[in-house]
């Protein structure tokens, strides 16, 4: 069985910043693409930001220079470090398991981040 469990998110004020975690299992971790998405209230889900199985990443261009990914494959889990937080970046953030960038194949339940301004 599959699972993705993501932890980290919370309340934090503008300026501060926090660190998302996704540990994974039932899957070759190593071998897969890892995102995270968010999805604000009423708004669509965007993507944030995508590590390759390769370690190579890319983020949208709202985030980028505040956001990083990283993932730690003995460990199974991918993270985002979070700084320079707006309330803009309040939303619901996913993490993603997929053979193919922009498919994926399975999806965690979400962690809530909220930035008070």
């Known amino acids: 069985q599959v699972q993705l469990v993501e932890s980290g998110g919370g309340l934090v004020q503008a300026g501060g910043s926090l660190r998302l975690s996704c540990a994974a299992s039932g899957i070759i971790f190593s071998i897969n693409h890892m995102c995270w998405y968010r999805q604000a209230p009423g708004k669509q889900r965007d993507l944030v930001a995508f590590i390759t199985s390769g370690s190579n990443s890319r983020y949208a261009s709202s985030v980028k220079g505040r956001f990083t990914i990283s993932r730690d494959n003995a460990k199974n889990t991918v993270y985002l470090q979070m700084n320079s937080l707006k309330p803009e970046d309040t939303a619901v953030y996913y993490c993603?398991?997929?053979?193919?960038?922009?498919?994926?194949?399975?999806w965690g339940q979400g962690t809530q981040v909220t930035v008070s301004s």
């Open positions: 993603t398991a997929q053979q193919r960038l922009g498919q994926p194949d399975y």
